[in-house]
T-cell receptor, first 114, second 116 residues
């Protein structure tokens, strides 16, 4: 069975600070997919990124970047120059196996203060 | 155009009632899911259907019965509602199944169910 641990529960930063959200995963499968989703106060779940287990390249998308390290089973998410609109709950998730279900971490509540 | 839609957005009902939540996707996906988000924001899979066939049933009480009339729809019917059923229910869809499924799961806006 797979598991995702998001040890940070709540993070509060001041606008323009950089912030890193940690994600550690567990699986015995060699092929898997990792995801980050954002849940703003309005409640919807917004897909941010998918990364497969064979692709350890870091990814940057605007102010967002992701660092995938198989050696430490981590898939961390950094927001550079945070903005108030980044305030949300961020979920890391993993998908393995034959049935495609997503296993989520407990989420990190990020508050960005002006 | 809304990719994954759910109705209703809010549902308030009394204990013991039966209610349904509907989900539709226009992405052409063949796999659909129901997830439950509890009051602590924890998200957990409930069911998954692929081409109208039940694939995942995660030890959900049998008061919950999903129905998929076609690939684009997955409804959730709940009998004899209990206080503990209060949660946000999310529908999602993706293309393919298992590790051959490289597509991402896209989520609907959620249905907030409150049982009084």
């Amino acid at each position: 069975a797979q598991k995702v641990t998001q040890a940070q529960t709540e993070i509060s930063v001041v606008e323009k600070e950089d912030v890193t959200l940690d994600c550690v995963y567990e699986t015995r499968d060699t092929t898997y997919y990792l995801f980050w989703y954002k849940q703003p106060p309005s409640g919807e779940l917004v897909f941010l990124i998918r990364r497969n287990s064979f692709d350890e390249q870091n990814e940057i998308s605007g102010r967002y970047s992701w660092n995938f390290q198989k050696s430490t089973s981590s898939f961390n998410f950094t927001i550079t120059a945070s903005q108030v609109v980044d305030s949300a709950v961020y979920f890391c998730a993993i998908r393995t196996g034959a049935n495609s279900k997503l296993t989520f971490g407990k989420g990190i509540t990020l508050s960005v203060r002006p | 155009d809304t990719a994954v839609s759910q109705t209703p957005k809010y549902l308030v009902t009394q204990m013991g009632n039966d209610k349904s939540i509907k989900c539709e996707q226009n992405l052409g996906h063949d796999t659909m899911y129901w997830y439950k988000q509890d009051s602590k924001k924890f998200l957990k899979i409930m069911f998954s259907y692929n081409n109208k066939e039940l694939i995942i049933n995660e030890t959900v009480p049998n008061r919950f019965s999903p129905k998929s009339p076609d690939k684009a729809h997955l409804n959730l019917h709940i009998n004899s509602l209990e206080l503990g059923d209060s949660a946000v229910y999310f529908c999602a869809s993706s293309q393919g199944l298992g590790l051959a499924a490289t597509d991402t799961q896209y989520f609907g806006p959620g249905t907030r169910l409150t049982v009084l």
